[in-house]
Nanobody, 113 residues
């Protein structure tokens, strides 16, 4: 059974930065696309960014130029570096492993002064 364990959320002021991490168990990580989603209470889960197994990245328009998704296959870890955070970035962030359809537990990001 694959598990995705997230860390790195918290409270940050507008304009600040946070890095989220998601560590996957199992051996299929390196062959899987990995995605970050976010969800605000009462709203649908929103796609944020994806990195495929070859390292190609895509982003939703609202985070382009501010967020960076990356992966370290040696550590079975995907990251989301978030810079210039805005109040509208506040949400619970989830990582998702496409291979096998596995989700992380979610981590809260709060952007507030």
């Amino acid at each position: 059974q694959v598990q995705l364990v997230q860390s790195g959320g918290g409270l940050v002021q507008p304009g600040g930065s946070l890095t989220l991490s998601c560590v996957a168990s199992g051996s299929i990580f390196r062959n899987s696309a990995m995605t970050w989603y976010r969800q605000v209470p009462g709203k649908k889960r929103e796609w944020v960014a994806t990195i495929n197994s070859g390292g190609i990245t895509t982003y939703t328009n609202s985070v382009k130029g501010r967020f960076t998704i990356s992966r370290d296959n040696a550590k079975n870890t995907v990251y989301l570096q978030m810079n210039s955070l805005k109040p509208e970035d506040a949400a619970v962030y989830y990582c998702w492993q496409m291979a096998g359809n596995y989700w992380g537990q979610g981590t809260q990001v709060t952007v507030s002064s």
